[in-house]
């Protein structure tokens, strides 16, 4: 659930930062391989990759030249937004929605309406603003009993919890702006933690509206044809956990991430470090605790965290995220797992019966020396799954498959389904 889709800057460094996180490249001390010669990267079509409904949309094209790392792929989106990167088919996936979803926000006029309410109530939205900053405490003894409540758990937190970049600033959270913002984001569908700024202009654009009296979230929604299915593109047990992730406060949702964490008996300081790392936003941590939440009784749960550790982007963030989500869906849907054990700088699972189980969150993996090198970390013989989201060339299928390794493709539906 949840998404760094649009790369600023050293787009190249981060990406290699994802490899290293996926493969445990920077780990590994393996001897020379005998195969045939690497695969080197290359360009591929999107036409060839994509369906036409991916390919194209009424409110976006992706350019026909598509990069590869060798595990993700990266596309170009134009639109009439601005041109957009997404790190992975799936960021593609939702990045798609999102602009469908900036498209149909675009429709709801709201300067004027803004305009009018900052007039007449202007005075007093800054002076309230303005106290929460010089008289904090008389202030929120006369707010609203959400407020209030808030405020009195985030108590909790002072000292402890870090505000993520995705977040609103502590007053937007305090006046109350951040939640008429996850309203409409959860009305439209989408995270109100995604990266995509284009999205968030709009968020901001009629949550502010919304917030000054002028605009009614129901209002927003029903102005804008076709919001009703960009919904259920995100239905069943996804869509209710974006809902929760939205329409709570950020330190809400730290401090049941945390109670729940420690009652999984994980140790209280590696679990603050996780939860205040900056790359994990509310969504992303809230979706990493859910999934081991699903996977209570597996052994060794907390290796999960101690890799969240590492992840110093949002792109790391999302895979280490997705690593949990893909791992829960094997237990509940395939077969229980026993334990989760190291395997680089990644993470295994051993299943009941003792097979060894590698689910990655990767597009297309070449025969590289890096995947060469990680296969041959395990030496057992048979038993040893590895499970992908999208496919393998035909050199790492035919090498994996000399060295032991059984390979399940395009796991999506069966690992994560989007409907239940």
């Known amino acids: 659930m949840y998404q760094n889709l649009i790369v600023k800057t050293n787009y190249k460094t981060n990406r290699l930062k994802v490899a290293v996180i996926v493969l445990g490249l920077l780990l590994l001390v393996c001897p020379q391989v005998s195969f045939a010669e690497y695969e080197t990267l290359q360009q591929y079509s999107a036409q060839s990759l994509l369906k036409p409904k991916l390919q194209k949309g009424k409110h976006f094209t992706v350019a026909e030249e598509v990069t590869s790392d060798g595990l993700f792929y990266r596309y170009t989106v134009l639109s009439p937004f601005g041109t957009f990167t997404a790190s992975s088919t799936s960021a593609l996936h939702q990045l798609a929605q999102e602009l469908n979803v900036i498209a149909a926000m675009k429709k709801i006029a709201t300067d004027d309406t803004a305009i009018a309410a900052l007039k007449q109530s202007g005075k007093n939205t800054a002076t309230g603003i303005k106290n929460l900053f010089t008289n904090t405490e008389e202030t929120l003894q006369g707010a609203a009993d959400g407020v209030s409540s808030l405020f009195n758990r985030a108590v909790n937190t002072v000292g402890n919890r870090k505000v993520t970049d995705a977040e609103d600033n502590r007053a937007q959270q305090l006046i109350g702006f951040s939640k008429s913002k996850g309203q409409i984001a959860t009305k439209y569908g989408v995270n109100v933690y ?219 539906d069966r690992l994560i389904p989007s409907k239940k």
């Open 194 to 412: 995604s990266a995509n700024t284009v999205l968030q202009g709009e968020l901001d654009r009629l949550a502010w509206a919304d917030y000054l009296g002028g605009l009614g979230v129901g209002v927003a929604v029903s102005a804008a044809p076709g919001v009703g299915g960009l919904v259920m593109a995100t239905s069943g047990t996804a869509r209710l956990l974006n809902e929760v992730i939205n329409t709570t406060p950020a330190s809400e949702l730290w401090l049941q991430n945390k109670n729940k964490l420690l009652a999984m008996g994980m140790n209280a300081d590696t679990v603050e470090l996780f939860l205040n790392n900056r790359v994990f936003n509310p969504a992303l941590a809230t979706v990493t605790v859910s999934a081991l939440e699903k996977m209570k009784g597996v052994e060794n749960l907390e290796l999960f965290i101690k890799v969240g550790l590492q992840a110093s982007d949002p792109q790391m963030a999302r895979v280490i995220t997705t690593l949990a989500v893909m791992s829960a869906g094997y237990h509940k849907q395939i077969a229980p797992l026993k334990r989760i054990s190291p395997l680089a700088r990644i993470t295994k699972a051993t299943t009941s019966k003792g097979e060894v189980v590698v689910v990655l969150p990767t597009d297309h993996i070449i025969w590289s020396e890096s995947v060469a090198g990680i296969a041959r970390s395990l030496t057992e013989k048979t038993g040893k799954h590895l499970w992908v989201l999208g496919d393998f060339s035909s050199a790492a299928s035919t090498n994996l498959k000399e060295m032991g390794w059984t390979l399940q493709t395009n796991v999506r």
